[in-house]
C-alpha cells in the first residue's frame, strides 16, 4: 500500500467487540494452557461480568458551547430603539449623485430640481406624478418626459 492509501478506521463499537472477543479468546485460552502444566490446581470460577448500565438520555443544551447571555429588559428596549432609528435612517436615505463627463461635475439632484421647476414653470396646474431623464452630457441637457407626454428640456 503506497503513503496516500487511506487505512479503513473502525468505530469505537467495533473496536471494543474486537478487544472483548480477544480478551475471552485469552481466557479460554489460559485455563487449558494452565491445566495442562499443573493438573492439581483448581480452575478458579470465572467472574460473570454486569450487565452495562443503560446509558442516560443527555439533557437538552449539554455538550454545547456557552452562548451570548440573554438580555435584560432594559438592554432589549434600548436595542429596540437602536434598530428603529436605524431603520428610519435607511428608510430616509438619499443618494448623492453625481455625472462626471468630459472634465465636468454636475450634480444629478441638483438637475432634478432644474427639470422639476422647469416643468412648474411650463404646466402650473398640472400634478408631476411620473418623471423620466435622459442625461446627454455631450449636448450639455437633460431631457425629460412627464406624466408620460409631457416632453421637455433643460440645459446645465
Known amino acids: 500500500m503506497g ?3 487511506k487505512k479503513s478506521r473502525k468505530s469505537k463499537s467495533e473496536r471494543l467487540e474486537e478487544a472483548k472477543k480477544a480478551i ?3 481466557e479460554l485460552s489460559a485455563p487449558v494452557e494452565a491445566a495442562a502444566a499443573a493438573p492439581e490446581a483448581p480452575a478458579a ?3 460473570e461480568k454486569a450487565p452495562a448500565a443503560p446509558k442516560k438520555a443527555a439533557k437538552k443544551g449539554e455538550g454545547k458551547k ?3 447571555k440573554p438580555m435584560t429588559p432594559e438592554e432589549k428596549a434600548a436595542n429596540a430603539k437602536a434598530r428603529a432609528e436605524a431603520k428610519a435612517k435607511a428608510a430616509s436615505m ?3 449623485l ?3 463627463y468630459a ?3 454636475h450634480d444629478i439632484t441638483a438637475l432634478l430640481d432644474a427639470v422639476k421647476e422647469d416643468f412648474k414653470a411650463k404646466h402650473k396646474r398640472t400634478l408631476l406624478t411620473e418623471l423620466k ?3 446627454k452630457p455631450e449636448d450639455g441637457a437633460v431631457y425629460y418626459v412627464a406624466n408620460g407626454s409631457v416632453e421637455g428640456k433643460v440645459e446645465f
Open 98 to 100: 453625481t455625472l462626471q
Open 133 to 135: 431623464l435622459y442625461f
Open 3 to 5: 503513503k496516500n492509501s
Open 24 to 26: 475471552d479468546a485469552a
Open 94 to 96: 438619499v443618494p448623492s
Open 103 to 105: 472634465g465636468q461635475e
Open 66 to 68: 456557552p452562548g451570548r
Open 45 to 47: 470460577p470465572k467472574a
